[in-house]
């Protein structure tokens, strides 16, 4: 099954660079009422440790990347 047929081959392998990167922001957005929660729950926690708690979560949330085909 081609999920662009309508697309020249040298764009096919751009555009599922372009459909990862919007699915991975969506995640981000969906994520987001967690990261608030975290940072109102624990207001004396580190930005650093802020920031590679919420990369956890996404990396945790974020499905694997299927690398057979490309």
């Excluded at 990167?21 to 009422?33: G, I, M, S, T, V």
């Excluded at 608030?36 to 802020?50: D, E, F, G, N, V």
Aim: with cysteine; net charge positive; aromatic share 6%.
């Amino acid at each position: 099954m081609n999920p662009y047929p309508n697309l020249p081959p040298e764009q096919k392998a751009t555009q599922r660079v372009v459909d990862q990167f919007n699915a991975d922001e969506r995640l981000w957005k969906k994520l987001e009422p967690l990261r608030k929660a975290r940072r109102k729950l624990r207001p004396r926690l580190s930005r650093k440790k802020l920031k590679k708690l919420d990369l956890a979560e996404f990396a945790k949330a974020r499905p694997p990347q299927d690398c057979i085909g490309q």
